[in-house]
């Protein structure tokens, strides 16, 4: 993990010139309180780097014994005591949620207004797009940002940014899109903690200085590696889920594709669709040999 301390800098640089104003006009002028907060929040602010090894896990009883550095947990379903217990062994927590989409089971649900509510979403029951122009739901997802910071969570994973590519029921845009996203990061930042680009490949080199990880699903079972490319190439790591059944049942395709993603820097591992743990392989390098390791 690293921290960007160039914050402290701008905080150092800051102070200097207020106080130096202050001492010119012979007049004691208190620093602006918001000015001062929002720069001691962000000296902390930490990311992943690319060495960093994950487990994701969204539902079931948090498995908290694997011995990765970046865990990514359900911001909802998962307590501050586990979030607790996962840092307590020095562990970066990812917290996530939709960010694009109504899932009718989270205890927020009745505060979007019915007009912001769109198709539903395909193969998922209880989901819908949600239209990311309103500012009813800017403020539900500013309301879940603060719901994660103060669960201590030291990033957040916003999911489904890429509705301008989908049948939503609105007329999104690829500049709607941009815009939304764009917000969910400074959003996040503002609040000291990093975000994660979640699937919207087909925009990641105009994101990737906005957004300080990406984590993308079955990057290699439809070919989109290159997309992500952007994000190793500025040092910020790549986290992928595979799910096909082939990588889980034929030991050759899963090695040759470990041994793809090992060699692009990507960190992959092939987990259940539902992401309860039922199983868990790891794609590592080994005395300059590719394996694939079950750890559950």
Known sequence: MRERYFVLLLIFLFLYSSLSMAESDNVKKPLPTAIISYLLDNASLQVPSLNDTWQWQLSGNI??????????????????????????????????FSAGSLEDWR???????????????????GEFWLDIRSQNVKDVMLSRLDLARQKG???????????FEEDTGFP????????????LAFEAHNRAMAIGLKNDSSQAEELVDDFDFAVTEELFEFSEESALSFFITKGKPVF???YGEDYLNNEQHRAAMCLQSNA??????????????????????EEGSVDTKLTR
């Open 63 to 96: 498995n908290t014994s694997y011995d990765v550095s970046v865990y990514e947990i359900d911001l909802f379903e998962t307590s501050e005591e586990t979030i607790k217990i996962l840092q307590a062994k020095e562990i970066y927590v990812i917290c996530y």
């Open 107 to 125: 205890e927020d649900k009745d505060q979007f207004d019915d007009s912001v509510i769109g198709k539903a979403y395909g193969g998922w029951a």
């Open 153 to 163: 969570c030291d990033a957040i994973e916003a999911d489904n940014v890429h509705g």
């Open 172 to 183: 999104l845009t690829a500049e709607d899109q941009l815009k939304f996203n764009r917000s």
């Open 240 to 242: 992928n889920a595979e």
């Open 264 to 285: 692009l820097g990507f960190h992959t591992i092939i987990l259940p669709l539902g992401l309860d743990d039922a199983f868990r392989y790891d794609c590592y390098v």
